[in-house]
């Protein structure tokens, strides 16, 4: 038994992968590998099948075209402007996923050309591609403020100067040092390791590490990170 008279729309799922190599944002796109707009750049996009939930779908997806699996992955909004797609009507489900690019550079597929580009240097995007990574980063941007979602794309260790220039960097803005370092250990979501970093000055930074324990308990809970008036002024 099917609804009569009513007009087939498909649902496609894009996923918009955000990674930071330790000094920059960066999107995964790929070629797109057939028409309208082969060859040009894209999200991580598909249809969503009959079995498939958006959940579902999502992680095949991004399994499928980059090899990525088992990473923080959340539904962040739909596109459904009627000439979105030109052969068509589709409704897109967009998806943000954030990975630690040292992490899984080694997972990421060839086959479909998949490459990481600098946020300040995006190539022309199909579609409404350029909106959806537009509204994801400022969705991302209000939504870390409060919740410790960065953490996911960091390495197992890193130094209090990583994480500020991370933050620093979402947000397109300087943090002051002492602040922002008492309001990070005031989450209790940090552990304090014994190696330092030498690299980065004479003196060293400690590492730390993720109370991965303690992220789960509270990874849904208001933590305030980011003052609200550093939201606010984001300077783009």
């Known amino acids: 038994m099917k609804y009569s008279n009513q007009t087939r729309i498909l649902v496609a799922v894009d996923c918009i992968v955000f990674g930071f190599d330790g000094t920059e944002y960066k999107l995964l796109l790929i070629q797109r590998g057939f028409a309208p707009e082969k060859e040009k750049w894209s999200l991580m996009g598909g249809f969503v099948q009959p079995e498939e939930s958006l959940d579902e779908a999502a992680s095949r997806i991004l399994k499928q075209l980059t090899g990525l699996q088992d990473i923080y992955l959340e539904e962040m909004g739909a596109f459904s402007r009627p000439d979105r797609d030109p052969i068509e009507r589709v409704v897109a489900v967009t998806y943000v996923a954030l990975i630690d690019i040292e992490k899984y550079q080694q997972q990421i597929n060839d086959d479909f050309h998949a490459r990481w580009f600098p946020m300040k240097e995006l190539p022309k995007l199909i579609f409404d591609h350029q909106e959806m990574v537009d509204i994801a980063l400022n969705k991302l941007r209000y939504k870390a403020a409060f919740h410790p979602i960065l953490f996911e794309l960091l390495p197992e260790k890193f130094t209090l100067p990583q994480l500020q220039t991370m933050y620093e960097g979402l947000y397109n803005t300087k943090f002051d040092k ?48 980011i003052p609200l008036h550093e939201i606010t002024s984001v300077r783009e």
Request: no cysteine.
């Open 178 to 225: 002492r602040n922002f370092t008492r309001k990070l250990l005031s989450t209790n979501l940090l552990k304090k390791e014994k190696e330092k970093d030498k690299l980065s000055s004479k003196k060293g930074a400690f590492y730390y590490s993720l109370d991965v324990k303690q992220y789960k308990e509270t990874i849904l809970t208001i933590q305030n990170i």
